[in-house]
């Protein structure tokens, strides 16, 4: 029997033999796809309306407060409540504010809204949608814990990362191209669809009930308990403060519509596939990593990908040359969905199962909403300092950040798993 379960773990697909980690895979991929194009689109809808940088960066700002604010007790809810529910619950709240999204972007709504009006309702659709990714961030993690046994965890959480980041390469780089063929109100359309089919295949999920030690804890312990765990966790600490900084200075992607239109003056097409380099060398990496999984040194290797990320930023930022600005976003992408995974699987390994709620909305406030504050700082750094020096800061700050890390954290450098 040990010897069974040692060659299923070596099979690359084993996790995806499991009906149910399937039906969560194929709803995760279309609903994070929706999602994606939904929040890249506004990206460059807002520019579109306002004509100025910042306006990006308040998107940001938008969704990370009510995200951030909410996530412990997020996790507290989760941890206590049938997991199922809850992320139905959140994909049918995404899916009534791509519909006002919709609606907004339609002949009707232009000719009875001007620019600054729609903007703030955009702005009014992205806040609710933090609200709600608070609680369906962290739920798919726990998901996958409650699905997949943990003999499978490793290859469960490269798919489960792998999958997110592949619907991120989908949604994200489509964009510019659906903008320019479709445009705005037409890839909405898409985005309702999407998240509509990925409704279809989350339901098929069994209920999966809470852990009766939870549902007895009233909240404030729970949160407690669960903030204690991870900041008494130093790998696990130390793996997600690497992604707070890194990601909070050396986001370029925010900056992108700005590069596109303005520096290399490459139009909505132009505009997708600068997009698309992201997240093709994302795909690749995963692709890589399923088939060959990380084995050793992965602590050494994930400072290096990020110290690595930051210098790609860099480059990015003082490229006057498309090709270059595509192959710089390309290797970051590389190294960045390669910290990614090895994160994702230092959080799942790490954690019990039935603290998965709270940690994983820790860890949604370190990761997730890191990307929305790093669009804020983004924004803001290029009002204060002009586009392409705030994106240099951002990448040379990345790199002082692994440098503090890889002596600060000692057990996050000499993680192996």
Same mark, same amino acid.
């Not at 009766?212 to 403060?241: D, I, M």
């Not at 009002?383 to 240099?392: D, E, H, L, R």
């Given at each position: 029997?040990?010897?069974?379960? $040692?060659?299923?773990?070596?099979?690359?697909?084993?996790?995806?033999?499991?009906?149910?980690?399937?039906?969560? !895979?194929?709803?995760?991929?279309?609903?994070?796809?929706?999602?994606?194009?939904?929040?890249?689109? +506004?990206?460059?809808?807002? *520019?579109?309306?306002?004509?100025?940088?910042?306006?990006?960066?308040?998107?940001?700002?938008?969704?990370?407060?009510?995200?951030?604010?909410?996530?412990?007790?997020?996790?507290?809810?989760?941890?206590?409540?049938?997991?199922?529910?809850?992320?139905?619950?959140?994909?049918?709240?995404?899916?009534?504010?791509?519909?006002?999204?919709?609606?907004? =972007?339609?002949? *009707?709504?232009?000719?009875?809204?001007?620019?600054?009006?729609?903007?703030?309702?955009?702005?009014?659709?992205?806040?609710?949608?933090?609200?709600?990714?608070?609680?369906?961030?962290?739920?798919?993690?726990?998901?996958?814990?409650?699905?997949?046994?943990?003999?499978?965890?490793?290859?469960?959480?490269?798919?489960?990362?792998?999958?997110?980041?592949?619907? @991120?390469?989908?949604?994200?780089? @489509?964009?510019?191209?659906?903008?320019?063929?479709?445009?705005?109100?037409?890839?909405?359309?898409?985005?309702?669809?999407?998240?509509?089919?990925?409704?279809?295949?989350? $339901?098929?999920?069994?209920?999966?009930?809470?852990?009766?030690?939870?549902?007895? $804890?009233?909240?404030?312990?729970?949160?407690?308990?669960?903030?204690?765990?991870?900041?008494?966790?130093?790998?696990?600490?130390?793996?997600?403060?690497?992604?707070?900084?890194?990601?909070?200075?050396?986001?370029?992607?925010? !900056? +992108?519509?700005?590069?596109?239109?303005?520096?290399?003056?490459?139009?909505?097409?132009?505009?997708?596939?600068?997009?698309?380099?992201?997240?093709?060398?994302?795909?690749?990496?995963?692709?890589?990593?399923?088939?060959?999984?990380?084995?050793?040194?992965?602590?050494?290797?994930?400072?290096?990908? +990020?110290?690595?990320?930051?210098?790609?930023?860099?480059?990015?930022?003082? =490229?006057?040359?498309?090709?270059?600005?595509?192959?710089?976003?390309? !290797?970051?992408?590389?190294?960045?969905?390669? @910290?990614?995974?090895?994160?994702?699987?230092?959080?799942?390994?790490?954690?019990?199962?039935? !603290?998965?709620?709270?940690?994983?909305?820790?860890?949604?406030?370190?990761?997730? =909403?890191?990307?929305?504050?790093?669009?804020?700082?983004?924004?803001?750094?290029?009002?204060?300092?002009? +586009?392409?020096? =705030?994106?240099?800061?951002?990448?040379?700050?990345?790199?002082?950040?692994?440098?503090?890390?890889?002596?600060?954290?000692?057990?996050?450098?000499?993680?192996?798993?």
């Amino acid at each position: 029997m040990e010897q069974n379960a $040692q060659q299923l773990t070596k099979d690359p697909f084993a996790a995806l033999r499991i009906t149910e980690f399937r039906n969560l !895979m194929i709803g995760r991929f279309l609903f994070i796809m929706g999602l994606r194009m939904m929040g890249t689109l +506004v990206g460059w809808w807002i *520019y579109e309306l306002t004509n100025e940088p910042f306006a990006i960066g308040l998107i940001g700002l938008a969704e990370v407060i009510p995200a951030v604010s909410l996530a412990l007790y997020a996790g507290h809810v989760i941890d206590k409540s049938e997991k199922r529910k809850i992320i139905l619950s959140g994909v049918v709240l995404y899916f009534i504010c791509a519909i006002s999204l919709l609606l907004l =972007s339609s002949a *009707y709504g232009r000719a009875h809204l001007g620019n600054l009006q729609i903007a703030i309702v955009i702005y009014f659709v992205i806040f609710c949608t933090g609200i709600i990714r608070s609680f369906t961030g962290p739920g798919f993690g726990t998901l996958v814990g409650e699905i997949v046994p943990k003999n499978l965890l490793q290859n469960a959480t490269t798919w489960s990362q792998g999958m997110w980041l592949s619907a @991120s390469v989908v949604g994200h780089a @489509s964009v510019g191209f659906m903008i320019a063929g479709f445009g705005i109100h037409g890839s909405l359309i898409l985005v309702v669809s999407l998240v509509a089919i990925g409704f279809f295949f989350i $339901q098929k999920i069994s209920a999966k009930p809470p852990h009766p030690t939870v549902v007895e $804890q009233k909240p404030l312990e729970s949160v407690k308990e669960g903030l204690r765990f991870v900041l008494n966790t130093k790998e696990l600490l130390g793996a997600l403060s690497l992604d707070l900084f890194a990601v909070l200075f050396g986001g370029a992607v925010a !900056m +992108v519509p700005v590069f596109a239109r303005d520096i290399l003056k490459v139009g909505p097409i132009g505009f997708g596939w600068l997009n698309a380099a992201t997240d093709i060398g994302a795909m690749l990496i995963i692709i890589l990593i399923t088939l060959y999984p990380v084995t050793q040194k992965q602590g050494k290797k994930l400072l290096l990908a +990020v110290a690595g990320f930051g210098v790609c930023i860099i480059v990015f930022a003082l =490229s006057k040359i498309f090709w270059i600005s595509f192959v710089a976003l390309l !290797m970051s992408g590389i190294l960045d969905g390669f @910290s990614m995974i090895v994160r994702g699987t230092i959080v799942q390994l790490k954690t019990p199962s039935h !603290m998965r709620g709270r940690v994983m909305s820790v860890n949604s406030m370190f990761i997730n =909403s890191s990307n929305e504050l790093g669009q804020f700082e983004s924004g803001l750094a290029a009002k204060a300092m002009g +586009v392409i020096p =705030s994106v240099v800061f951002g990448g040379v700050m990345t790199i002082i950040v692994v440098f503090t890390t890889w002596f600060k954290a000692p057990k996050l450098k000499e993680m192996e798993y």
